[in-house]
């Protein structure tokens, strides 16, 4: 089955160290990947995709991410955490499989609660 | 201001009742989108429209309905039949139905059944 996986409910980091949240996915295929973050009681932003191209994928806020097809991951990264970077994260892939209406719809993680401290 | 506005932002429905929430867009995109999000799980689409007076079931579209009679709007019925329907509720759109092209979030409506 086509899935993606976010290992981590949560991730705690200071303020000012760098910071990784994790993501993995199984589709057969070329994978078209994407993050986006929610803030409390908000819609999804989208902050980077992967679809083809150089492995590092550089995005809004600073963030950064890395595919890496051999491991099937795509980890978001950012240098310096900052502390309105506390949100709720959510790595999505394609599915290749395609709906009847011909659309191939985003997989999304359950989510990974990043929490950035002073 | 270009984005997507979704009404109420909370909406309480009695058992047995039908309830509709609004989504409207003026990125001039040609695809929508419903999602359902639940604590600790990740999203998951109720029903996609890619073009004006087209739209189709996703993986949970039981106990829903839509229509796109305008290319901006794109609403979504609860009806009685959907026996778990507290959740937040996520209407996005993208500029066509093409599956590289980032998705655009409005701010979500909470549904509580009382």
């Known amino acids: 089955a086509q899935s993606v996986a976010q290992p981590e409910d949560q991730v705690n980091v200071a303020e000012g160290n760098p910071l990784t949240v994790k993501c993995t996915y199984s589709?057969?295929?070329?994978?078209?990947l994407f993050w986006y973050v929610q803030y409390p009681n908000r819609g999804l932003q989208f902050l980077l995709k992967?679809?083809?191209?150089?492995?590092l994928v550089k995005g809004s806020y600073g963030f950064e991410a890395e595919f890496n097809k051999s491991q099937t991951s795509f980890h978001l990264k950012k240098p310096s955490a900052l502390v309105s970077d506390s949100a709720l994260y959510f790595c999505a892939v394609r599915d290749t499989i395609m709906f009847s209406g011909g659309y191939n719809k985003l997989i999304f993680g359950a989510g990974t609660r990043l929490a950035v401290h002073p | 201001d270009g984005g997507i506005t979704q009404s109420p932002k909370y909406l309480f429905r009695k058992e047995g009742q039908n309830v509709t929430l609004s989504c409207e867009q003026n990125?001039?995109?040609?695809?929508m989108y419903w999602y359902r999000q639940d604590p600790g799980q990740g999203l998951r689409l109720i029903y996609y429209s890619q073009i004006v007076n087209d739209f189709q079931k996703g993986d949970i579209a039981e106990g829903y309905s839509v229509s796109r009679e305008k290319k901006e709007s794109f609403p979504l019925t609860v009806t009685s039949a959907q026996k778990n329907p507290t959740a937040f509720y996520l209407c996005a759109s993208t500029l066509n139905g093409d599956s590289y092209n980032e998705q655009f979030f409005g701010p979500g409506t909470r549904l509580t059944v009382l």
């Open positions: 990125l001039n995109h040609d695809a």
């Open positions: 992967y679809i083809t191209g150089d492995n």
């Open positions: 589709v057969s295929g070329n994978p078209y």
